[in-house]
């Protein structure tokens, strides 16, 4: 029945490309778009999220569905009334940085009930802003052996601890980085290599590699733009670096997994509070439709980094007994500067614990470039803090001191400078904000807010497992122990460090974008690929970059507006991709056609676009970009003629018109539905072939639109893949969770996608003879 579609020559092209396999069936089908059970967990002991595999075939609520999600805990102020069904939250988080998301993913995966809120973009302050660093702390060990502080020394042994959990839950977005310590006297070495070793010894069996000490030649050929002069060698210990914001969406989206329900651009305007005094939940804005509305939880927990005391400041005015805050957070202002790859070597960091000052300068490879900071300083709260002159002029005369001197350091090298805010927690007796320790404070208000101020990006997880178990002792929530030790983050469960080789192979992507995909989105960039354009080149066959300086695609856009609720064209170019902390002036480039498809996938109109376009202008001024003399007339000559065009059009509807298309001249019995893992399977064939498969299932896939196993088999078979046997197909089909009523057309992609992969040399498959009538045959001879 089935048989007429191999006759077309499309057919027969299908054929030829795929190839007998010797696979075992029950682990090659289907194995990335199955969802698995909570309890699933992989052989390293790791947990797997209870709403699927962290892979591209979860797509997220979108943020409209937050929201809705949202307004049923009470009924909405102003004229769009939601209706109440008295749903509550456990737990109300303000904040969605790296503490608040934290906290989220702590909470949600012990079974609460959590609502997360942030008045701007997830990781929009320090926890974009941070050194990239995931580290124990060589400096506060330092300090802690010195001035003999017990504090410091725990801070240290924390660090150490977090920061191996920390590169296994999301392996694809950090990793180790050797740091050099130059020499440049001989009384040095001792002194550094005790230290390091000391640092080592801290970790014990969690330390990443031990340190060692290197000769002067070593020295400069592993870092050959280090200053010659006096170089007596150099001591190399390792800690890690993380791309931070992509981390904390790694930890939203993580906590989506787990049923939290996140919402950016959500503003807390008041504290709801019983007759009695207790916060019962919170009064919120929509800062993008206007909405207010009444949030009803058990408990809210304040993680708002150097903005906590405005939320404390709140909770004190609306006590029953208005009293005034004292604040617990004394903010400091940390600057740091990017400059051109040329400045550092591509796997090797540097630190500078002398300098002119007495602070401590780290040298870092990041994303491509080098960073370099950073500066300590007591500064006042602001949203897009900018970063003085007087602070980039010092870092630029620190790297000069050890950099060779055929190295021009200059002004115009800087190419992003950014200033974040450090929420230290304030201690009375502290001389200046140099000396406050980086710890964590958990402060619980007579009205139940608990409030966790402080820390750092490395040892976030153990400031939220402490909140979570804090607030479950307070409140007297019902909750199960603290899994965060062994939960994967989106993204982690399919990624390996070869993964961009598959997406070179199946997308015809350049190695550079593959690489930075396969280490920003990890096992989601396999959603990213499916939505990239084709390039109309001979190669690259997909991915058209937003720019030819850096590896950003324009399927990112599209990616970060659907699956990861960018919201502004300044989520985008800061913290979906951290283009302005790369680039500055690059990122204003690439504006305009950020906004463009942002637009399509958003439905701005030419007024909207250029208050994006101005606000985004405005934002990269805190990055160090030169301010605008008319934003208006910059805004307008950027956009104007700004389109995408039919072609651009349809690649960002790419899922929207491939369902389409692949609808088309199908029979009304065809109903196929089409899931991400289909559009994913997609991308493994050309169009013929896709005509090919859809022409074959409409033919045998019944009046219900499935195909049964046995038709299955018998499809396989006539493709060449005769060695998956019946009994293997079926059982495999059985224990993945394949209903008896057949097998759906994503699951048909599925297994021809994955039989196809397995290629090794294309082969023509035994075709069934048909019959000849006897006087045709010779007389049977």
């Known amino acids: 029945m089935f048989r007429k579609a191999f006759r077309h020559p499309a057919s027969r092209r299908l054929i030829l490309i795929t ?97 997360l809120v942030d008045r701007d973009d997830f990781s929009s302050g320090t926890s974009s802003k941070s050194t990239k660093l995931v580290h124990g702390g060589v400096r506060y060990l330092q300090k802690a052996v010195l001035e003999l502080d017990y504090e410091q020394y725990k801070l240290v042994r924390e660090a150490l601890h977090e920061r191996k959990i920390f590169l296994q839950t999301a392996p694809y977005l950090s990793h180790m980085l050797p740091i050099m310590l130059p020499i440049y006297k001989y009384w040095q070495l001792p002194y550094y290599w005790a230290g390091c070793k000391a640092y080592d010894l801290l970790a014990g069996s969690e330390n990443m590699e031990s340190s060692y000490l290197m000769s002067k030649g070593k020295a400069l050929e592993a870092f050959p733009m280090l200053k010659a002069d006096g170089l007596v060698g150099a001591l190399v210990y390792y800690d890690g670096q993380h791309n931070d914001s992509r981390m904390n969406m790694a930890l939203v989206l993580t906590a989506v997994q787990y049923g939290a329900v996140v919402a950016n651009y959500v503003e807390v305007n008041a504290l709801d509070k019983t007759p009695e005094g207790k916060i019962c939940g919170a009064r919120v804005k929509d800062n993008i439709s206007g909405d207010e509305w009444h949030i009803r939880a058990k408990g809210v927990i304040n993680a708002t980094g150097p903005f906590s005391d405005a939320i404390l400041s709140l909770d004190a005015s609306s006590s029953p007994h208005p009293t005034v805050h004292n604040p617990i957070v004394a903010p400091s202002s940390g600057v740091h500067i990017t400059l051109p790859n040329y400045y550092s070597p591509r796997t090797m960091g540097l630190l500078d614990p002398a300098t002119s000052d007495g602070r401590v300068i780290f040298f870092l490879p990041w994303q491509g470039n080098t960073i370099a900071g950073t500066t300590d300083s007591p500064s006042s709260v602001e949203k897009n803090p900018k970063p003085k002159e007087e602070d980039i002029a010092w870092i630029l005369d620190e790297v000069k001191r050890y950099l060779s001197p055929d190295i021009k350091v200059r002004r115009g090298d800087v190419l992003s400078a950014w200033s974040g805010l450090r929420p230290l927690v304030k201690d009375p007796s502290a001389s200046s904000s140099a000396n406050l320790v980086r710890n964590h404070l958990i402060h619980v208000s007579s009205s139940g807010l608990i409030t966790l101020a402080g820390g750092k990006w490395t040892t976030y997880r153990a400031m939220a497992e402490e909140t979570v178990d804090r607030a479950i002792k307070e409140l007297g929530l019902n909750a199960g122990k603290c899994e965060s030790e062994r939960v994967r983050l989106v993204g982690s469960v399919g990624w390996s460090s070869t993964m961009f080789i598959r997406l070179i192979q199946q997308f015809g992507l350049e190695t550079e974008v593959a690489k930075h995909l396969s280490d920003n989105y990890g096992d989601r960039a396999w959603t990213v690929c ?17 720019t030819p300086l850096y590896p950003y695609i324009e399927a990112e856009v599209r990616y970060a507006t659907r699956s990861e609720y960018a919201q502004t064209a300044e989520d985008f170019i800061a913290r979906r991709a951290r283009l302005s902390f790369l680039n500055a002036q690059a990122a204003l480039e690439v504006l305009s056609r950020v906004i463009a498809i942002m637009s399509v996938e958003l439905g701005w109109n030419a007024s909207r676009q250029r208050e994006e376009w101005i606000r985004a202008r405005a934002f990269l001024e805190s990055m160090g970009l030169p301010p605008s003399k008319d934003p208006e007339r910059e805004a307008r000559a950027a956009l104007q003629g700004t389109t995408l065009g039919w072609l651009g059009t349809l690649a960002t509807y790419g899922m929207w018109a491939s369902q389409s298309i692949l609808r088309l001249g199908m029979p009304a019995s065809g109903k196929i539905s089409q899931t991400p893992a289909a559009l994913l399977s997609r991308a493994h064939f050309s169009s013929e072939e896709m005509n090919t498969l859809r022409h074959i299932f409409a033919e045998t896939g019944g009046d219900q639109g499935r195909m049964d196993t046995k038709t299955l088999h018998a499809v396989l078979a006539e493709l060449g893949f005769k060695d998956v046997s019946f009994e293997e197909l079926h059982k495999v089909l059985t224990q993945r969770g394949v209903s008896h009523d057949g097998v759906s057309f994503e699951y048909f992609l599925d297994v021809c996608s994955e039989l196809k992969e397995k290629q090794t040399a294309p082969i023509t498959p035994q075709r069934r003879r048909g019959h000849i009538p006897v006087e045709k045959s010779g007389g049977g001879v």
């Open 19 to 115: 190839s007998s396999s010797s696979l075992v069936a029950s682990y090659y089908l289907l194995p990335s778009h199955t969802p698995l059970r909570a309890d699933s967990e992989p052989h390293d002991g790791f947990k797997i999220p209870p709403r699927g595999r962290s892979s591209s075939a979860w797509l997220p609520p979108d943020r409209k569905q937050m929201i809705r999600a949202l307004k049923r805990s009470s009924t909405t102020i102003g004229p769009h009334p939601a209706a109440q069904d008295e749903e509550e939250y456990d737990l109300l988080i303000i904040g969605g940085g790296a503490s608040g998301a934290g906290v989220a993913v702590d909470a949600a995966s012990r079974g609460l009930k959590v609502a």
């Open 530 to 546: 499916s939505m990239a354009e084709a390039t109309g080149e001979r190669w690259p066959l997909h991915g058209v970059r937003l």
